[in-house]
């Protein structure tokens, strides 16, 4: 029952997974970016959110007061929604200043730019916080279950929870509404979409802000179970990448069970570290996700975004040569 315990206990970071994971995915569909800088937005969110429960406004322009006083703490909705309103409008202005030039560039170019990005915010971060780690109060109603004689807290499920339903509400809006038809033909063929009406920068910009906000989301809901420090999240970008790789960076209900289960898996095997003397004390948790890529690289070979945004240049130039 032990390993039940273990394994419970690692639903709350494999709903941070999944939660970026799904970022991820939305991203890529609608710009064929991998945005390597999600976890970075997820931790400049839970720090907004953090720095507005204590009534002050983290600003992130250098030469300015780091935090401006606000005058009173503002509660959970409030600070929540402030804070996720700014990642969605960062998210829109990374797209707008930063991706909306690169889209004819290759997608190894776009890449480097968002790991440029990620550093970026990252030491943003860093210069205006410095040390500071704000304690972030608990959102979710607090309880314990005993599994196996072990105390697992459910606030961790009550995550898992909103993130599969953040899950389940992308995944009806992108197969349901004219939003999601619109992405999934601008993924397709951007020329086409143009062609039959939509507007593929309008799209990418919806998505963008779809994704960033989701990122945020997950930033501030991880916060009480973590501790923020400036490179903290960045840690989270490697099991989520294995996820939506396990999803093909296109299945949104895949890859959010990638991720709860990349997470279960990792906590397990703290446990089998107690069990075994033989396995290494360090390092083995994190290389979960590590072989799991491998193994399904080499079992199913997946198309890598890359491959995707080839195939999607073939079909685009078979259609021209059709028409023409």
Not at 2 to 28: C, K, P, R, S
Request: with cysteine; glycine share 10%; aromatic share 8%.
């Amino acid at each position: 029952m032990d390993h039940f315990a273990y394994l419970a206990m690692g639903i709350g970071n494999g709903a941070v997974y999944a939660a970026l994971g799904l970022a991820l995915v939305m991203t890529f569909k609608s710009s064929g970016v991998v945005n390597f800088a999600t976890g970075a937005i997820a931790l400049y969110t839970a720090y907004t959110y953090a720095y507005l429960r204590q009534g002050k406004l983290l600003n992130p322009i250098p030469g300015f007061d780091a935090k401006i006083d606000l005058g009173a703490n503002l509660s959970i909705v409030p600070a929540m929604a402030i804070s996720v309103v700014i990642a969605t409008l960062l998210g829109v202005g990374l797209y707008l200043v930063v991706f909306r030039p690169m889209r004819t560039a290759p997608a190894l170019a776009k890449a480097v730019a968002a790991i440029g990005v990620m550093l970026v915010l990252q030491a943003l971060i860093s210069l205006r916080v410095k040390d500071d780690s704000p304690a972030v109060r608990y959102i979710f109603p607090q309880g314990s279950l005993t599994i196996g004689g072990q105390r697992v807290t459910t606030d961790h499920f009550w995550l898992a929870a909103v993130v599969i339903g953040l899950a389940v509400c992308a995944a009806l809006v992108l197969r349901y509404t004219r939003f999601g038809i619109a992405t999934e033909a601008a993924a397709e063929s951007e020329k086409g979409a143009l062609v039959t009406g939509l507007s593929p920068n309008r799209i990418a910009v919806a998505n963008w802000a779809l994704s960033s906000a989701t990122a945020g989301l997950a930033g501030i809901l991880i916060a009480p179970i973590t501790t923020l420090s400036p490179f903290a999240y960045s840690l989270f970008l490697v099991p989520a990448l294995a996820a939506a790789l396990v999803g093909n960076f296109t299945g949104i209900g895949v890859t959010v069970g990638a991720g709860l289960a990349i997470g279960m898996l990792m906590s397990e095997v703290t446990k089998l570290q107690d069990v075994f003397a033989w396995l290494p004390r360090y390092g083995l948790g994190e290389a979960v996700p590590l072989v799991l890529i491998l193994g399904f690289l080499l079992i199913r070979r997946p198309k890598l975004p890359l491959e995707v945004l080839e195939a999607r240049i073939d079909r685009v130039s078979v259609h021209h040569a059709a028409t023409a």
